[in-house]
Nanobody, 119 residues
Framework: QVQLVESGGGLVQAGGSLRLSCVVSERILSINTMGWYRQAPGKQRELVATLTSGGTTNYADSVKGRFAISRDNAKNTVYLQMNSLKPEDTSVYYC?????????????WGQGTQVTVSS
């Protein structure tokens, strides 16, 4: 079972930056897709960015050009660099792992880290 631990959230002013980290309990390249999602109060969880084991990235339109997903294979860690933050980026951010194991795809989630952007 994959375990994910996020860190790096906090309070930042609009226009500022934060970097989220997600430490993965196993070899990160064994996971098909790593991702970051977010959920604001009263809203559904939404995709922010994904990174496949092959290195392909995908971003929500709302964060393109401002956020960047990356990984450090040696540290089994995925990052989300967030620049030019806006109040509407305020959410709980979740790390996810989408992995093929035991003949099916399974999804794993971290506990979430709060990001608050003040205007």
């Amino acid at each position: 079972q994959v375990q994910l631990v996020e860190s790096g959230g906090g309070l930042v002013q609009a226009g500022g930056s934060l970097r989220l980290s997600c430490v993965v309990s196993e070899r990160i390249l064994s996971i098909n897709t790593m991702g970051w999602y977010r959920q604001a109060p009263g809203k559904q969880r939404e995709l922010v960015a994904t990174l496949t084991s092959g290195g392909t990235t995908n971003y929500a339109d709302s964060v393109k050009g401002r956020f960047a997903i990356s990984r450090d294979n040696a540290k089994n860690t995925v990052y989300l660099q967030m620049n030019s933050l806006k109040p509407e980026d305020t959410s709980v951010y979740y790390c996810s792992a989408h992995k093929w194991e035991r003949f099916e795809y399974r999804d794993y989630w971290g506990q979430g880290t709060q990001v608050t952007v003040s205007s």
